[in-house]
């Protein structure tokens, strides 16, 4: 009898250890581990690291985790922190936060050269720099000139002098732009036409100029409230209340819309903000023709406005004289109604999927928009900035003459290079890995940050408003 009451207890022992350990396995295979700290079984999480380059060692509370890009799985919940090394590359340290059931990416790791090497692309003094939409070639003003740069090639040819002005533009306005000294020029979306702002004795000028072939047209005159392309063909830009639209070829510009406050241009389409008799403002959506419907009817009162979309929200950047205001909106009973984000801002506002940034007195301010836009946490504080690039997490800025990275998920912030204006650089190859700026003897320089690798990220910048 006692040796078949240890057989049976030997048997129920068997049966609770295979049902113990059979869920533990089941548990286990749906993403459940066990916490020794909580004495408590937990749904993990999934880190994703990705890095440009690739194949830099990755090390993850301390412990080896492999070669980028790598994917660690069955995380318990919990901040970690990452060390990214790779020969001849500046090391990037981070925390991030892992979450049950869920895979916190960190793709866009921007990893850059200890060692930066300039190379002279241009000997001569260049003022002004504007480069094309697809990178290709570059706008340069040097001396009263205009020439046009095939980057790799480093060949230039000229497409802007006084005779040639003179030949276009005739008159008392043709005579006072062959020695007007040009401010802005801007590239539209085909890389071939270049919209360039000058200002001459008698009067500030408007151009729209043909890189290809040379023509020129004098667009308007005096001050604009803004311009923008709304398309490679067709310009926009308003003065004193008045939208204009300007059609490449033709002579001029014809009017779209009155008394408007402000406008922009969102996802290749006009939306105005104009107001009534009772001082209400409005957003409307303008079409080339000049119609216009309302799209919302209760924004903020501002003497100037910015419009943008981040996701499915709208984003409203005002300004009354001073720092701006952010706003966001919120749809409730088929309306708009706008939150206040952040006040104070001092910089323009960037954003893509991932994120927004800004700069509202000193600090430096990130939302992740994935987590929808209802807070900002500081990342770093800015000192005399001017900021040049938001992208693929990093930020590029100029302070007293030096140019600095910082990368807004770990907080790693670098010196790079000397160099004289924040204006005058701009991005020419994929993953921000080689720079064209003009530095402190004016000459033109490229250098590389770091090597290229295919992947998912491209050029395209963070859109930026304000």
């Given at each position: ?366 939302a992740d928009i994935k987590k929808e836009i209802n ?20 930020l590029l800025f100029a302070e007293n003459g030096k ?64």
């Amino acid at each position: 009898m006692r040796q078949n009451w240890w057989v049976l207890t030997g048997y129920a022992v068997a049966v609770l250890v295979f049902f113990v350990v059979a869920t533990y396995v089941i548990l286990f295979a749906i993403g459940y581990k066990f916490d020794w700290t909580t004495k408590t079984l937990k749904k993990t999480g999934f880190l994703l690291v990705e890095t440009y380059p690739k194949n830099a060692n990755l090390k993850i509370a301390g412990k080896k985790g492999g070669t980028t890009p790598i994917t660690i799985k069955r995380l318990l919940p919990g901040d970690y922190l990452l060390e990214i090394d790779k020969t001849d590359y500046r090391s990037w340290i981070g925390t991030l936060s892992v979450e049950s059931g869920l895979v916190t990416e960190k793709r866009n790791t921007l990893l850059t050269l200890k060692e930066l090497a300039p190379e002279l692309m241009f000997d001569k003094p260049v003022e002004l720099l504007a480069i094309t939409p697809d990178r290709n070639r570059a706008a340069l003003v040097v001396g009263n000139e205009m020439l046009l740069m095939n980057i790799a090639t480093k060949t230039t040819s000229n497409i802007l002098a006084p005779t040639l002005i003179l030949q276009q533009i005739k008159g008392t306005d043709g005579k006072d732009l062959s020695t007007a000294k040009i401010t802005a020029m801007v590239f539209g979306p085909d890389s071939r036409m270049l919209w360039i702002s000058a200002i001459g004795r008698r009067d500030t000028y408007h151009l729209s100029l043909n890189t290809d072939n040379g023509q020129m047209v004098l667009v308007a005159k005096g001050g604009l409230m803004r311009s923008e392309w709304l398309n490679s063909n067709q310009l926009t830009f308003a003065q004193a209340g008045i939208l204009y639209l300007y059609q490449v070829g033709d002579k001029a510009p014809k009017i779209i819309k009155d008394k408007l406050i402000d406008y922009s241009i969102v996802d290749g389409t006009i939306y105005g903000v104009t107001d009534d008799e009772f001082g209400k403002h409005f957003l409307l959506k303008v079409g080339v023709d000049g119609s216009s419907k309302t799209e919302a009817d209760n924004l903020p009162i501002a003497k100037t406005y910015q419009a943008a979309k981040v996701d499915s929200s709208w984003i409203l950047i005002t300004n009354s004289g001073g720092p701006s205001n952010i706003w966001v909106s919120e749809r409730n009973a088929g309306k708009l109604k706008w939150n206040k984000f952040a006040s104070n801002v001092t910089s323009k506002v960037w954003w893509d999927s991932n994120y927004l940034m800004y700069i509202t007195g000193k600090d430096v301010m990130v939302a992740d928009i994935k987590k929808e836009i209802n807070e900002a946490l500081k990342v770093a504080t800015a000192g005399s900035w001017q900021t040049l690039y938001f992208s693929f997490d990093t930020l590029l800025f100029a302070e007293n003459g030096k140019l600095n990275s910082l990368d807004i998920t770990g907080k790693n912030q670098y010196q790079l290079l000397d160099l004289s204006s924040a204006n005058q650089i701009e991005p020419i190859a994929p993953q921000l890995s080689q720079l064209l700026y003009v530095g402190r003897d004016k000459k033109l320089y490229t250098v590389r940050l770091r090597e290229e690798t295919t992947g998912l990220l491209n050029l395209s910048r963070f859109n930026s408003v304000g």
